[in-house]
């Protein structure tokens, strides 16, 4: 556990204990924030005993896996469940980590599993901001919300470049590898538009200023990490429409490539149809013209070779090949 206290009058946060967490608490000065980075049995049974969060909340922060974000508000706090990207370059997609934060009066609470930059950047960037003490808990959540939202951009971006790239070689010369890798673009995708639809719906909720935790002042700024998410739901849905006009490419190239593969086949099939004939015919039990002429073999080649040639410029002045 880490925890900082930005006191009134102080130029810079300090570290406190966890002794003097609760008694900052209780007397309702100044602003505190703890982090709790794999919390234990012990750390969950202290914040309920400390700060009075009931079960339910405490037994969401156990849970493994991806969780939707959403807010939720308790009277005396608020709980916020918000889901942190992850990039995975090295995989060609993303991920998320969950991030549990309780609101207070004059404290805030972050819980988590996975390391998170997010906050370390956070709480490089206000130590020495003297203003937290007088703006309050709710802008500690609002910077540390605005800064996970900033991280979708570069990654979104990151997506849209391989898919750009991918789109100019399908138009080219697709292949199933190129398709693979649509496809891991098309996932990443979803999982953003998974993290980022509800996201949008819990900003909304605190920029509508509905709760007494958040100052009149910060819920104007929860208006502008709305816009953000906006923005990027928006630019996520429109990567899926380029991602579904790709794959429509990818298949009608495919299908394009089968069409001229048989009819070229076609056209072979065809010119050796009339040399088929022939020969099967001469092939005959039976007196047939030439049969004992000395030339014959020479004139039923020469027959054979005028057909095809007539056949193959009739071919290529109707544009079959």
Known sequence: MRALAWMPGQDSAVPISADEMATLRIQEEGVLWADYPSPTDRDFDYLRATFGFNAVTIDECRHDGLHRAKVSDHGDYLFVIWPVLRARPEAGGVAASGLFVFVGANYLITVHDDPLPVLDDVSRSTVDDSDVAIQGS???????????????????DRLTEKLDELEDVMFENPSKAHMASLFKVKRAMLTLRRMAGPERDVVNL??????????????????????????????????????????????????????????????????FMPMTFVTSLYGMNVRLPLDRHGSAFYVIVAVMVVVTIAMLVDFRRRGWW
Do not use: C
């Open 138 to 156: 709710d802008w500690l959540l609002l910077r540390i919300l605005d800064d996970a939202v900033d991280a979708y951009f570069p990654e979104i």
């Open 206 to 271: 605190l920029a509508r200023h509905e709760s007494r935790l958040i100052d009149g002042q910060t819920f104007v700024y929860f208006q502008d990490v709305y816009d953000h998410l906006a923005r990027i739901t928006d630019s996520i849905d429109m990567s899926r429409d380029v991602i579904a006009g790709a794959m429509d490419i990818y298949l009608s190239s495919i299908s394009n490539r089968m069409n001229d593969i048989m009819k070229r086949l076609t056209v072979v099939a065809t010119i």
